[in-house]
């Protein structure tokens, strides 16, 4: 059974940074393109990064563009994601997601299979 798990998340103050990281098991993980999505209350799903399975492309909404950075390592199994000037509408439960063969030049939640359960990043002013 594959499994996606988020790791860091947390509360800091604007301006502050936070890595979070997601592994995977159960999947072959260079074979999948790895993304973030993220979601506040009351708002809808936002595609946040994406890399993809050959590390080839990335992807960054223009939400985070120049404070966000993806990175992936396909011998630990983990994709890294690092925010730095973060602002509070970044708040948010952040999901990895894992797409099979993604290249992340369409970039849609509903192509992606895996899932994990969320992790909260809260920043306050």
């Known amino acids: 059974q594959a499994q996606v798990l988020e790791h860091g998340g947390g509360k800091v103050q604007a301006g502050a940074s936070l890595r979070l990281s997601c592994t995977t098991s159960?999947?072959?993980?260079?074979?999948?393109?790895m993304s973030w999505f993220r979601q506040a209350p009351g708002k809808e799903r936002e595609g946040v990064s994406c890399?993809?399975?050959?590390?080839?492309?990335?992807y960054l909404s223009d939400s985070v563009k120049g404070r966000f950075t993806v990175s992936r390592d396909d011998i630990k199994n983990t994709m890294s994601m690092r925010m730095d000037s973060l602002k509070p509408e970044d708040t948010a439960m952040y999901f990895c997601a894992a797409h099979y063969k993604g290249n992340c030049q369409t970039f849609e939640a509903g192509l992606f299979e895996y899932w994990g359960q969320g992790t909260q990043v809260t920043v306050s002013p």
């Open positions: 890399i993809a399975w050959s590390g080839d492309y990335i």
């Open positions: 159960g999947l072959t993980f260079e074979d999948y393109g």
